[in-house]
């Protein structure tokens, strides 16, 4: 399974890479919509928690651009060839993989250029950087699997939005709470935020990869 899933993360960072219009469009996206949010305020806003709220907002819509994974097996027709000659399991993890990655590089890029377009103090930088990656994380487990049902029932956009919503509801919550807290001069711990972030991720990827064989064959 390792070289089936060795080949499958190689071709699909290839592919990314080679039609860079998705990844033009992503960060696009979360570059204009942080500096609007910048220019519109004015500096205006003091509140941690506004604060907080609106970058994980930013870095919520700008991932959900990422659901282009698995609708381009459906455009390109390469869903049964795939099927064919890998395993389900491979292309998930591969799938997986990718939407980690984009997800990490969202996430970093609104969370630095926010910090400097919103002239926020952080105060626990290494729990600010700590929420950004393990809350990327659970987003990209949360919505790689949407990204799959979404596409077999052949629903770009409302319906991935709408899925996405109630599972990645917890982890919103719990990033937006702890990042605010990252804004204010007081002590605090991150640890049961991060401890969280990962179960969830942890348990939910496990019931992913369990179930995708099933979503994959209808493909």
Known sequence: MLPALLRNIVKDVRIEFRSRIVISLIVSFCVIVTVSIGFASGGMIESPMV???LLWVIIFFSGMNSSHIFYREIEENTALFNLMYYSPESIFVAKLFVNC????????IVGVLYLFVMDVVVYHPLSYASMLLSGSLSLAVCTTIIAAIAAVAQARGGLFAI???PITLPVITVVI???????????FSPFSAILFLLAFSSLLGVVSYILFPYIWREF
Not at 177 to 187: D, G, H, M, Y
């Open 177 to 187: 709470k702890t990042t605010a807290q990252s804004f204010l001069a007081v002590i």
């Open 101 to 108: 990655s984009i997800m990490f590089a969202v996430s970093i």
């Open 163 to 165: 899925l996405s919503f």
């Open 51 to 53: 604060h907080s709220v």
